[in-house]
C-alpha cells in the first residue's frame, strides 16, 4: 500500500511563486514517473508535467518556464516549483505517480488529495 500526501498550496498574489510537494509512504521499490495535474474550476484535468524515473522532465505549454518539477528521491517526494503565477493557475493541482511495489507486478498509479492553488490579481 501506498500513500501520498500533498502540501503546499494556498494563496498568492499573481507574479508570486508557490512550491507544492507530495510525498509517498510504503511499499516502494521504484518510481515509474511522477507528475502533477490540476483542475481549475469549470476545467477538466490537464497534466502540467512529469520527470521520469530517468530524470527526464516534460511540461505543458502553459506552464513551460514557470513551473519546475524536481524529486528527492531520499524522501520519496517530488516537487513544483510554481514562478510568475498568474490568475489562470488557479486550481486543485494534484500529484500523481506511478510506483512499483512488487517485483513481477505492474506499476500502480497513484494520485495525491490536491491542494488548492489561488492566485489572485
Known amino acids: 500500500q501506498v500513500h501520498l500526501v500533498e502540501s503546499g498550496g494556498g494563496l498568492v498574489q499573481a507574479g508570486g511563486s508557490l512550491t507544492l510537494s507530495c510525498a509517498a509512504s510504503g511499499n516502494i521499490l521504484d518510481f515509474n514517473y511522477m507528475g502533477w495535474y490540476r483542475q481549475g474550476p469549470g476545467k477538466r484535468r490537464e497534466l502540467i508535467g512529469v520527470?521520469?524515473?530517468?530524470?527526464?522532465?516534460n511540461y505543458a505549454d502553459s506552464v513551460k518556464g514557470r513551473f519546475t518539477i524536481s524529486r528527492d528521491n531520499t524522501k520519496n517526494t517530488v516537487y513544483l516549483q510554481m514562478n510568475s503565477l498568474e490568475p489562470e493557475d488557479t486550481a486543485v493541482y494534484y500529484c500523481?505517480?506511478?510506483?512499483?511495489?512488487?517485483?513481477?507486478?505492474?506499476?500502480?498509479?497513484?494520485w495525491g488529495q490536491g491542494t488548492q492553488v489561488t492566485v489572485s490579481l
Open positions: 520527470i521520469t524515473s530517468g530524470g527526464n522532465k
Open positions: 500523481n505517480v506511478r510506483i512499483l511495489s512488487n517485483i513481477g507486478s505492474p506499476a500502480i498509479d497513484y
